[in-house]
């Protein structure tokens, strides 16, 4: 791991471990401790980030977008969900194509989001074709 992406990954490990994204993002000394995130305004977001086989065809990389868009309507802890393509001109993608942000009122959303079987249909449809996963989860308050 280069410098530059175990500095990124360290702050990012930071601001999660710091207890919440809003007393980060907002330059705030950490007001909050991990478990005093949740309740109400706040939400918790499972970012995956995907690296595909260089092997796979686009056809292929669709069905992958196509079966985690689908997610949301056969599971209901999800409560929001987006996702993109990288366009950053930074070049530190390190292969990281694609990003997914599910995001759950509560740990027990995601709790039951995991092994959910439409969860595991998905994976299913996804391990064939992907290189690398990373996942990362936070608090933040909900619309920011």
Known sequence: MNKVMYLGMAMILTAVAAGCGESVRSGKAAERSPQACGGPGWVLRHVVLFAFKPEATAEQVRS????FCAL???????HDFEWGTDVSIENKA???TH???VT???EAGRAEYLPHPA???FVAVLGPH?????VVDYWTREGK
């Open 64 to 67: 992958v977008e196509t079966a």
């Open 72 to 78: 949301p309507s056969k599971i209901n802890a999800i």
């Open 94 to 96: 390190q292969g990281f």
């Open 99 to 101: 990003c997914f942000v």
């Open 104 to 106: 759950f009122r509560s």
């Open 119 to 121: 969860h595991g249909e």
């Open 130 to 134: 992907i290189d690398k996963v990373m």
